[in-house]
């Protein structure tokens, strides 16, 4: 069965300071991956998504970047955390971008002070 | 711009009763529609996917409807119980699938 995990589970960090968030998916090859956040009050935002290694689009222009260095990895970064990026972030995959469930992961409460 | 709208934001009901959650959007245009759980400070957890051409899905106590033409997603959940107590949320999918867009969601609470 596929199982997806995220590190770390909480994360406290300060204003200015680097992000690095990863999440990676077992039992599937190929997944489309996805980050989202959530934000106090405000629904989940899709943030990037990808369809295949060094593949990444992003949907909102923001202070995070992406990178998918394997199939099953993806990572969430930033190089200066701002205090808006505080939120729960949630990766997701799927086989099929369209016709499938998306399943998401424990997910990240980001916490920037 | 698709919107989604979850009404009631928040709902309480005693064990045993059945209930429906609504879940509205603004641009019929989706490829599917999916209804998810989330427990406190948790992921999010895939409860039923309905896609555009379809009319209902169930699993078990679940009972998923969409009415694509008038933009409405119920989900309907029999014989409550305490354990159904977290945070339905209603998402729908655009057309090329890579992107969901979710409703606010219903907090529910189940009383013993």
């Known amino acids: 069965s596929q199982t997806i995990h995220q590190w770390p589970a909480t994360l406290v960090q300060p204003v200015g300071s680097p992000l690095s968030l990863e999440c990676t998916v077992e039992g599937t090859s190929n997944p489309n991956l996805y980050w989202y956040r959530q934000a106090a009050g405000r629904g989940l935002q899709l943030l990037f998504y990808s369809v295949g290694i060094g593949q990444i689009s992003s949907e909102v222009p923001q202070n995070l970047s992406a990178s998918r260095p394997q199939d099953r990895q993806f990572i969430l970064s930033s190089k200066k955390l701002l205090l808006s990026d505080s939120g729960f972030y949630l990766c997701?995959?799927?086989?099929?971008?369209?016709?499938?469930?998306?399943?998401f992961g424990p997910g990240t409460r980001l916490t920037v002070l | 711009k698709q919107e989604v709208t979850q009404i009631p934001a928040a709902l309480s009901v005693p064990e045993g009763e059945n209930l429906v959650l609504n879940c509205s959007f603004t641009?019929?245009?989706?490829?599917?529609l999916q209804w998810f759980r989330q427990d406190p400070g948790k992921g999010l957890t895939s409860l039923l996917l309905?896609?555009?051409?379809?009319r209902e899905q169930t699993s078990g106590r679940l009972n998923a409807s969409l009415d694509k033409s008038s933009g409405r997603s119920t989900l309907y959940i029999a014989a409550s119980q305490p354990g159904d107590s977290a945070t339905y949320l209603c998402a729908v999918s655009n057309q090329a699938g890579t992107a969901l867009i979710f409703g606010k969601g219903t907090t529910l609470s189940v009383s013993s």
């Open positions: 641009d019929s245009a989706i490829y599917n």
């Open positions: 997701a995959w799927s086989v099929e971008p369209s016709r499938d469930s998306k399943f």
């Open positions: 309905i896609q555009s051409s379809q």
